[in-house]
């Protein structure tokens, strides 16, 4: 099993940045790719950013040049650093894994709203 928490949503003015963080614990030596994702109101969920073990990373070509994924493996956590947020970047954005033994695990999701 893997558990999975975001934190560092909020409130920013366009222009602004926010860095977000997911937290991993249980079977974490397992996980095979790991991305952030985002969901607006009455919107599907879509794909931000993916790394696999691999080491390759792909972003959505909304957030290319402005959104950089990166991780620290003491803290067992993984980044998403969002700068030159614009209002069409609000929504839920979730973490999710991909283990070898466990699956796919989703964490609870962090509020980003961006106002203009």
């Known amino acids: 099993q893997v558990h999975l928490v975001e934190s560092g949503g909020g409130l920013v003015q366009a222009g602004g940045s926010l860095r977000l963080s997911c937290v991993a614990s249980?079977?974490?030596?397992?996980?095979?790719?790991f991305s952030w994702y985002r969901q607006a109101p009455g919107k599907q969920r879509e794909l931000v950013v993916t790394?696999?073990?691999?080491?390759?990373?792909n972003y959505a070509d909304s957030v290319k040049g402005r959104f950089t994924i990166s991780g620290d493996n003491a803290k067992n956590t993984v980044y998403l650093q969002m700068n030159s947020l614009k209002p069409e970047d609000t929504g839920v954005y979730y973490c999710?894994?991909?283990?070898?033994?466990?699956?796919?695990?989703w964490g609870q999701g962090t509020q980003v709203t961006v106002s203009s």
């Open positions: 790394v696999t073990s691999r080491g390759s990373t």
């Open positions: 999710h894994s991909v283990s070898f033994t466990a699956g796919d695990s």
């Open positions: 249980g079977s974490i030596f397992s996980i095979t790719s």
